[in-house]
């Protein structure tokens, strides 16, 4: 299988299909690689090559006990486009894999990309403080941990089973199997890395990342998301970024990668064809 070895030796699995401009997927928590598999198959497809990799300690990387942040995300990240040696990039951040791709660019400059996408993002601070009055309460997230402790397991199922597809809300029908599918990936990823994680995609601040950026920037988020709230990411990052573009998907929960499937791969199509080489 395809890995790629960081500068601090971590082995990082990634997925690299078909041919054509590079775009580059990361993932949300606590997925890897294979959640972005309809958007992957769709734009291979239609002339894209598609790359993604498993985060560190998630799916079939290295499941490491050090670096479960964001910096050593993004330079993970990194390691793969430098590895691949890819230019005129798309990056495309879930959840998790928002702040991710955020901080690949801060850290590590624009020279191989030319488009952001931000579905479902973290961005830009979940976290509720003095300066971030309508984030979410730590309260949520140190319950998170405390679930992790006692049974990640279940804990990965009542997220599936509810909020993270919506399948809470009256009318609701996610299948059995990408219920399945959540949980599977879950349990995939090593139980310290997805613990560290938490405190990665809530409480790390990429307010500072997005002011002043330029790269054209398409922000896809659910109205009705109960995981990133949809006024604390996708709206508040619109707020940031110069002349982003926000698409609203009404009703939408989180997991709109699958439960809007078809939507956000024209979307993300459309988009992608603004860029020329």
């Known amino acids: 299988m395809p890995y790629v ?41 239609h002339g894209y090559r598609c790359i993604a990799h498993d985060r560190r300690g998630h799916g079939r990387s290295a499941q490491v006990w050090d670096g479960n942040d964001m910096d050593h995300y993004a330079d993970d990240l990194a390691a793969v486009i430098d590895a691949l040696d890819l230019s005129e990039a798309t990056l495309i951040g879930f959840s998790t894999g928002g702040g991710e791709v955020v901080r690949y660019l801060a850290r590590h400059g624009t020279d191989r990309v030319v488009q952001l996408v931000l579905v479902s993002a973290v961005t830009p601070f979940m976290l509720q403080t003095d300066d971030n009055p309508g984030g979410v ?45 959540f949980w599977l990936q879950g349990m995939q990823a090593g139980h310290k890395n997805a613990y560290d994680s938490i405190a990665a995609f809530s409480a790390t601040d990429f307010r500072d990342d997005l002011r002043g950026f330029t790269l054209p920037t398409l922000i896809v988020h659910g109205s009705d998301d109960q995981i990133v709230p949809y006024e604390v990411g996708g709206q508040a990052a619109a707020r940031l970024i110069p002349d982003a573009e926000l698409k609203t998907y009404p009703g939408a929960p989180h997991g709109l990668t699958d439960t809007h499937k078809q939507q956000l791969c024209e979307d993300l199509l459309e988009f992608l064809n603004t860029h020329k080489s």
């Not at 960081?6 to 041919?19: A, C, L, N």
């Not at 949300?28 to 198959?41: C, H, K, R």
């Not at 319950?143 to 997220?159: F, H, M, W």
Request: charged share 25%; hydrophobic share 35%; net charge negative.
């Open 137 to 181: 309460p730590i309260e949520v997230f140190d319950g998170l941990r405390e679930q992790s402790i006692a049974d990640r397991s279940q804990l990965y199922r009542d997220l599936a089973d509810g909020p993270f597809f919506g399948n809470n809300r009256p009318g609701a029908a996610v299948s059995q199997g990408a219920r399945d599918f």
């Open 5 to 45: 070895t960081t500068p601090d030796g971590v082995e990082i699995f990634y997925k690299d299909w078909g041919t054509g401009r590079p775009v580059v997927f990361s993932h949300g928590w606590p997925l890897n690689s294979d959640s972005w598999e309809a958007q992957m198959l769709f734009l291979a497809e």
